[in-house]
DNA sequence: CAGGCCATGTAACTTGTTACATGATTCC
DNA sequence: GGAATCATGTAACAAGTTACATGGCCTG
């Protein structure tokens, strides 16, 4: 249930609807931990139900009427219960690494696509935590209150920056097997059903 | 499907049992993608009914019968085909990090106890690697079949440091924090129901 | 007038988690 | 005698994904 006990964290900020929560989980919050509006609409049931947010309705004209969540006491206690239990290790899960292992029965060219690709990726989420560090602390202190989001930013960080590196290892690699691949008897694989050793 | 590309991947190296994959997924290729035993045996009956492996029971005494999976070309060509496909990057997910963005509103001395209890097992990993990278891969290169593994072993071992070096600043961070608590007028609070702005 | 933003949801499906079930063998 | 290892699975539930539905307002 820790989606539920991450919305519960963003409600700690200022009420919102369901509809900013997907935002702030598309941003914020969500480089951590990600999850769309249809999931979190679901939660939001849940996590009333529960008692632990408060619907209010409020009217708009031109746009449909929304449903601002507040914390109740008991979802600030909820909360904090949960954040007093020990975290589970979160595991890595990426789609790259397997094909990695799997490297020897795949083709590489699209592989290395890939890593480029990727490389991008965490380059411009680099420059976005940075972006996002000079302007919330400028001076690389926080307030007190801030402290852990200052070191959400740091992880962030330095995780954007080891993988990005890690990419550019890794496509030298690739570059230098494939090109050594030309002189061997290995040959472009066209028809998925072709064997490399059959 | 990645667990099911997954499982393909690691039936390139050579045929196994559901058990045995559990394993595998408990170590070398676990350490990108979890999956446990009742997630892999849902799993390889769905991979066989698509053909992609065939199972074959061998009988044994004294221990139970097991099946054996082994790959198809079709279910070759399958990993081929996914490989050959841009991969989604991996967002975090990490528990403790939806933590610290609610530090303000929840003990700090919990979530400081939780983060020794990651440095240690970062920390460990990290070991855990270095072991691995020492004995697969003495002098730092690979054959070529073996790249992608050894860029799985070096994104691991970077991962892992980077890490635990966060957990040591976040963790002198939190100290700071709650010495500079004992000065103002938090008090520790027991009673999960009790509100520290009420 | 097409596309994006605001705002909420349902439905169907796939993944991932937790608990339970069986039963012999080996190690302490 | 109890725990761990080998080996396979079912059942129920929670979480995550994909697609669909509605409808006005604003911008280009």
């Known amino acids: 249930m820790a989606l539920g006990d991450a919305i519960l964290a963003c409600l700690t900020e200022r009420p919102m609807t ?3 929560l997907a935002k702030t989980f598309d941003n914020s919050i ?3 931990w990600k999850a769309d509006h249809q999931q979190i609409y679901r939660e939001l049931t849940k996590l009333r139900d529960r008692g632990h947010i408060q619907g209010r309705e409020v009217v708009q ?6 449903l601002v969540y507040t914390l109740t006491p008991e979802g600030r206690a909820a909360l904090r219960h ?3 239990r020990p975290s589970v290790p979160a595991s890595i899960k990426d789609d790259l690494l397997v094909r990695l292992y799997a490297l020897d029965s795949v083709d590489i060219e699209p592989v290395r696509t890939d890593l480029m690709a990727r490389l ?5 989420r680099f420059a ?3 972006r996002l560090l000079n302007k919330r602390f400028p001076d690389g202190t926080a307030p007190p209150a801030d402290v852990g989001k200052l070191l959400g930013l740091r992880i962030g960080l330095a995780h954007e920056r080891a993988v990005a590196e890690w990419c550019e290892e890794a496509i030298e690699a690739l570059s230098a097997l494939s090109s050594g ?5 290995v040959v472009p694989i066209e028809d998925g059903q072709r064997e490399k050793s059959g």
Request: aromatic share 18%; no cysteine.
């Open 30 to 32: 969500g480089f951590f």
């Open 18 to 20: 369901g509809y900013e």
């Open 82 to 84: 949960w954040a007093a």
């Open 128 to 130: 976005r935590y940075e």
């Open 181 to 185: 691949a030309e002189r061997s008897n």
């Open 61 to 66: 004209s031109g746009k449909p009427n929304k």
């Open 120 to 124: 991008e990726h965490h380059r411009d």
